[in-house]
């Protein structure tokens, strides 16, 4: 079963307006970590947000901010003031703990792309 | 150094070839990780290491095998791939519990012939 699930396959925005990318998630675990990341055509993934589920307030980190949303399942990416480097794809990923010793699983959403025009 | 470095970036091998990945990592992490992504699809777990042992094997066609010689170094053993082996492998790694969260490399752009 799908744990992780963005809606948006595609977004686009204008330069220097605010978007939000959906996402929600399902797991059973108290204990959980939310991430952001980011990938642009090169592939690397770019860690952008973290939010854990006892963390009582929204993340937030320069442009970006987590919208969570506890009881709906849901954490939400704001980017705020787009700029055209922000066209990439992002992904919504979350941890569970898994397997022995420190050993996590990271499961990821499909994701969204982003296109930032003019 | 907050980086995990993947060698090669890209590499093409025949059906017949082994060849091996590397990534590499000096932040004292003891958690690394093998992702494999398809194009327009999401990284999907492979296998988990943690402090040197293998932790989580998502059930991988033993034609990859993974091993973990120090704390440092990750690899991952390419033998007798298939086309529809090619793909991006990111190498990822995490302090205890992923607490500070999952640094990843910039990947291995494999193409199989």
């Known amino acids: 079963a799908q744990k992780i699930t963005q809606t948006q396959p595609g977004m686009f925005v204008q330069e220097k307006e605010a978007v939000t990318l959906d996402c929600t998630y399902d797991t059973s675990d108290p204990s959980y970590g939310l991430f952001w990341y980011k990938q642009p055509s090169s592939g690397e993934m770019i860690f952008l947000i973290y939010?854990?589920?006892?963390?009582?307030q929204n993340a937030t980190e320069g442009r970006y901010s987590l919208n969570f949303q506890k009881a709906r399942k849901s954490a939400n990416l704001v980017i705020s003031a787009s700029q055209l480097g922000d066209s990439a794809m992002y992904f919504c990923?979350?941890?569970?703990?898994?397997?022995?010793?420190?050993?996590?699983?990271?499961?990821f959403g499909t994701g969204t792309r982003l296109q930032v025009t003019l | 150094d907050t980086e995990v470095t993947q060698t090669p970036k890209h590499l093409v091998m025949g059906m017949t070839n082994k060849k091996s990945l590397k990534c590499e990592q000096h932040m004292g992490h003891r958690a690394m990780y093998w992702y494999k992504q398809k194009a327009k699809k999401p990284p999907e777990l492979m296998f988990v290491?943690?402090?040197?042992?293998?932790?989580i094997n998502e059930s991988v066609p033993s034609r990859f095998s993974p091993e973990c010689p120090n704390s440092s170094l990750l690899n991952l053993h390419l033998h007798a791939l298939q086309p529809e082996d090619s793909a991006l492998y990111l190498c990822?790694?995490?302090?205890?519990?992923?607490?500070?969260?999952?640094?990843f490399g910039s990947g291995t752009r494999l193409t199989v012939v």
């Open positions: 290491y943690s402090y040197e042992k293998l932790s």
């Open positions: 990923a979350m941890r569970e703990p898994r397997g022995t010793g420190t050993a996590s699983k990271l499961t």
């Open positions: 939010q854990g589920s006892y963390d009582q």
């Open positions: 990822a790694s995490s302090q205890e519990r992923a607490a500070g969260g999952y640094t």
